[in-house]
């Protein structure tokens, strides 16, 4: 429900400021800063702590902290999949015809839910119930069904499917009114989110190399004022897919439709903003990390990315110490450390008294190691390409005096390195997410085996 960014370079390249009071579309596609965004960002975080110390509510830090990274991953392509299937989705009209699959997966899920339902209120629903309570038990739970199998339609097949062939009915458009048009709002949101994640994880490089720009924007450059929209660019497929759209569409109808039709633009704005809200209270974490990345090579200029080959030779000193020291505490965790301890610099043991306790073997572990042995990895690279093009990384006019055939072949040794600086990141995030899950399994097991099975818990 964010907007998307891809080409924010190629418009208003040059702004006249770096900031402004307010964020509006020109300056989201420039990239300035919008001091309401900043200050936002400063109350998300406080309001986010104050919560979690006054109630020790653990889901909004848990929340915010494992699906914050995922979420960003937004790209060029998982943008542009994602509104190939919201246009294969959605047909405007309500006259979408259903096809043989869907009405095999409808009828399925119609059937499973009516067995579902008849198991639990045979179990459980006729233990206390008798006469006109009895009836209602049973009238409450056939409406219930009935609702649960028309947001999954919506969901699985879009409203025309099922609105197109009753749409005529006075008793259906009432109903429609009151009671399902809400619904059908809910179908939609649920069937976006479901495209949101799929796109996104179809794509999951592409979007790891934009996580910093979309960070980025969302902290700094996007606030409330900004009205989003059921996905990035899904404005163009239906207006009403906008905060701004939907708003123009209620002006065209009576008071009462127009009361009813705000449902929708609470269903859009509503949760979009308190999404942004909950991405700019987890700065604390990610932001550091975030700001410390750079953009992918594929966005950059030949000289910049010269400029960031020779920045990591120059700090391969402090990857290798980070790295050590890093490989050393994961060591620390078994007996064989105890037996090189005292070859190592008597430094390391105040370093290691003031490290916390490494995890246990599993997930969390595994990552470390990985990130640990990329980085090694990275520094290799970095010096091998030093020892063969050290003078083109010490001087921006020995690069510019290179052929265009020894530029690319440069290029092309610098992508192999940004594709392991990619693989550090995405291991550092990945062991984050594990350590933040891990974190609050440790404080609130009942809470969080509610939802992950404690076997997969057990390898973290």
Not at 101 to 115: C, D, R, Y
Request: charged share 10%; proline share 6%.
């Amino acid at each position: 429900m964010t907007r998307n960014t891809e080409n924010n370079s190629s418009t208003h390249s040059n702004p006249k400021s770096s900031w402004v009071w307010h964020c509006t579309d020109i300056s989201i596609d420039a990239g300035q800063i919008s001091i309401l965004a900043v200050l936002e960002t400063m109350v998300a975080v406080g309001v986010y702590w104050w919560l979690v110390l006054q109630f020790e509510w653990p889901w909004m830090a848990f929340i915010t902290m494992v699906a914050a990274p995922l979420l960003l991953l937004r790209s060029i392509e998982s943008t542009a999949l994602g509104i190939r299937l919201l246009r294969a989705y959605w047909t405007p009209g309500y006259k979408k015809n259903i096809s043989q699959q869907e009405k095999i997966f409808i009828f399925i899920l119609i059937i499973t839910t009516a067995l579902l339902a008849c198991y639990w209120f045979v179990m459980y629903g006729l233990m206390n119930y008798t006469s006109w309570p009895l009836f209602w038990c049973i009238t409450t739970l056939i409406i219930g069904a009935f609702l649960v199998v028309f947001v999954i339609t919506i969901v699985i097949a879009g409203p025309g499917a099922l609105m197109g062939r009753i749409a005529d009915s006075i008793i259906f458009k009432m109903l429609f009114n009151f009671l399902l048009f809400p619904l059908l709002i809910m179908g939609l949101l649920i069937r976006a989110l479901t495209i949101r994640i799929y796109a996104t994880l179809r794509h999951p490089i592409a979007g790891l190399a934009q996580l910093p720009q979309n960070w980025r924007e969302t902290l700094l450059v996007i606030d409330f004022l900004h009205l989003p929209e059921l996905l990035p660019q899904a404005s163009t497929i239906d207006p009403a897919f906008g905060v701004k759209g939907a708003w123009a569409m209620q002006q065209k109808f009576n008071w009462p439709n127009r009361i009813i039709g705000s449902v929708q633009i609470l269903a859009l704005y509503i949760p979009a903003l308190i999404y942004r809200w909950s991405l700019k209270a987890s700065a604390w974490l990610w932001l550091p990390l975030s700001v410390g990345l750079t953009p992918p090579l594929h966005q950059k200029s030949a000289q910049d990315s010269r400029r960031l080959m020779a920045i990591h030779h120059a700090w391969h000193w402090q990857y290798l110490i980070i790295a050590s020291i890093g490989i050393l505490w994961l060591l620390s965790a078994t007996s064989w450390l105890e037996t090189w301890s005292p070859l190592l610099p008597a430094e390391y043991a105040t370093i290691r008294a003031n490290l916390p306790a490494p995890p246990p073997f599993g997930l969390r572990y595994v990552l470390a190691c990985s990130a640990c042995l990329l980085i090694m990895l990275l520094i290799v690279k970095s010096r091998n390409l030093k020892a063969s093009h050290g003078p083109i990384l010490e001087s921006p006019n020995e690069f510019n005096a290179l052929s265009a055939q020894d530029q690319a072949e440069f290029l092309s040794l610098a992508k192999g390195i940004d594709r392991i600086r990619l693989l550090v990141i995405a291991a550092l995030i990945l062991w984050g997410e594990m350590m933040a899950l891990g974190f609050f399994h440790a404080r609130y097991p009942d809470i969080v085996e509610r939802f992950i099975s404690p076997t997969l818990l057990f390898y973290l």
